[in-house]
T-cell receptor, first 113, second 115 residues
């Protein structure tokens, strides 16, 4: 019930392409879905987050799509750049109770120049 | 400081020794989390502190692991009798609440190597 499943494990995209990372969750009580970006040797940094009252959120080149009925959400990186190469983690929590984040396993993104 | 501060940033210890890892959360952040990240893997929840409430220790992998927090400030994670499988990055995070919404910020982590 607490699991968040993330795919793919790794992704290689050409510069300018679209990177898509998918996550699925089981616990219908989850109401907060952030994405974190992690560079080697650094802690995860909050990238973008969505709550279930909307189906999409866009911030610059980053978009989260959320499908409540399917219990799935995805991160789209438009016009991917080599500087986007990092590990991306999706996560979920019950925000209203301030509970812990449950993380996916991560996706290692490589954007080739 | 501006962010979550962790120390030491790197620690190499011998198997069987005890280690203490420290976390200074962002000032004013009431909640604090510890996570563990093994090489190439996701983040594994360890423990969560919220104000004066009893901590959520459900993620601690064994009784060799313990953590304390003084009020809403510094936290220490202690690993006793370290084992090689304890080698990982230990990440601390603190949580900010504004208008009923929460944002969680991570530190850079303490890299622990048990030899």
């Amino acid at each position: 019930q607490q699991q968040v499943k993330q795919s793919p494990q790794s992704l290689i995209v050409q510069k300018g392409g679209i990177s898509i990372i998918n996550c699925a969750y089981e616990n219908t009580a989850f109401d907060y879905f952030p994405w974190y970006q992690q560079f080697p040797g650094k802690g995860p940094a909050l990238l973008i987050a969505i709550r279930p009252d909307v189906s999409e959120k866009k911030e610059g080149r980053f978009t989260i799509s959320f499908n409540k009925s399917a219990k799935q959400f995805s991160l789209h990186i438009m016009d991917s750049q080599p500087g986007d190469s990092a590990t991306y983690f999706c996560a979920a929590s019950k925000e209203t109770s301030g509970s812990r984040l449950t993380f996916g396993e991560g996706t290692q993104l490589t954007v080739n120049p | 400081g501006a962010g979550v501060s962790q120390s030491p940033s790197n620690k190499v210890t011998e198997k069987g020794k005890d280690v203490e890892l420290r976390c200074d959360p962002i000032s004013g952040h009431t909640a604090l989390y510890w996570y563990r990240q093994r090489l190439g893997q996701g983040l594994e929840f360890l423990i969560y502190f919220q104000g004066n409430s009893a901590p959520d220790k459900s993620g601690l992998p064994s009784d060799r692991f313990s953590a304390e927090r003084t009020g809403e400030s510094v936290s220490t994670l202690t690993i006793q009798r370290t084992q090689q499988e304890d080698s990982a990055v230990y990440l601390c995070a603190s949580r900010f609440r504004q208008a009923g919404r929460y944002t969680i910020y991570f530190g850079e982590g303490s890299w622990l190597t048990v030899v």
